[in-house]
């Protein structure tokens, strides 16, 4: 019986933390570049199938004996979000596999798709929060347009100094020239579900994500880059309402399993010996 009770405590207990879950996915519906976080339950093993685990035999898998529920692993869903013009020529979208890389307050790296980019004091891209891309991109002054080649190199438009106007053509009336600021950096992960988030929309690479693997935008296995575009989250609201519900029907149902066995547990005690 006591295991009963247990194993409506952890259907409880597990439920929760998925309703958690998905109001936090909701949440974030409208977080530039964020990915869903979905969450995977396995069965729990009682004491006695523990004991057969350990002496090399095969557990039973009687549902009488089933042990409650617990969190196998948490999948950050890396499928791509939708892109959404924008009015800035500072904001970037990767299409396709592939991260930002930005340099963390402490000089380490960190990864990101949150393209919603502006400019520091130095003219440098850089994140809401300040932080800056890896390698930088310094954006010369007096531009007046941005974009990303088909070689992933970002071209600045800008004027042209006293010095550029005084070389060129006489016939030429141009007074503006296009700047190579250098190559946009993508990194990509074999297992980026397994990427570690550190808020802010920023992660960092564990043992189970594998290395980085550094590359430009648009080299193969890599995705391509638009600037003037943010990729929007890829939550399905609908979907996440619909999981929401039904994980909020399985925590009502423990909850009636749990006060039953705990009354009958009760009654049990009252009975005389």
């Known amino acids: ?74 999948e950050r869903v890396f499928q791509q979000g939708t892109l959404q013009e924008s009015p800035s020529m500072l904001d970037f979208a990767i299409v396709g596999p592939g991260l930002f890389r930005v ?42 347009g941005l974009r990303v080649g088909n070689d992933g190199h970002v071209y600045a438009t800008r004027a042209m100094t006293e010095d550029e106007l005084a070389a060129r053509d006489p016939d030429d009336v141009t007074t503006t020239i296009e700047e190579d600021l250098g190559p946009l950096t993508l990194v990509r992960f074999e297992h980026p579900e397994a990427l570690i988030s550190l808020g802010r929309n920023i992660y960092v690479d564990s043992p189970d994500s594998g290395p980085p693997i550094e590359g430009v935008a648009g080299d193969p296995g890599f995705g391509t880059v638009t600037n003037g575009f943010l990729e929007a989250s890829n939550v399905e609201v609908a979907e996440e309402l619909t999981q929401l519900i039904a994980a909020s029907r399985a925590y009502q149902i423990n909850l009636s399993a749990y006060r039953t066995i705990e009354e009958m547990l009760r009654q049990a005690g009252q009975l005389p010996a």
């Open 103 to 144: 340099t963390l307050e402490d000089g380490s790296p960190g990864y990101t798709r949150d393209g919603a980019f502006h400019l520091d004091a130095s003219g440098a891209l850089v994140m809401a929060d300040g932080t800056q891309l890896d390698p930088p991109i310094v954006l010369p002054e007096a531009t007046s």
């Open 1 to 74: 019986m006591t295991i009963s009770l247990d194993a409506a405590l952890s259907g409880l207990l597990e439920q929760q933390r998925s309703m958690e879950n998905i109001a936090n996915n909701i949440a974030n519906a409208n977080t530039t570049g964020y990915k869903r976080l979905r969450i995977h339950f396995s069965a729990l093993l009682d004491s006695a199938q523990i004991i057969q685990a350990l002496n090399g035999e095969i557990p039973t898998t009687d549902a009488t004996t089933a042990g409650g529920v617990e969190t196998a692993s948490v």
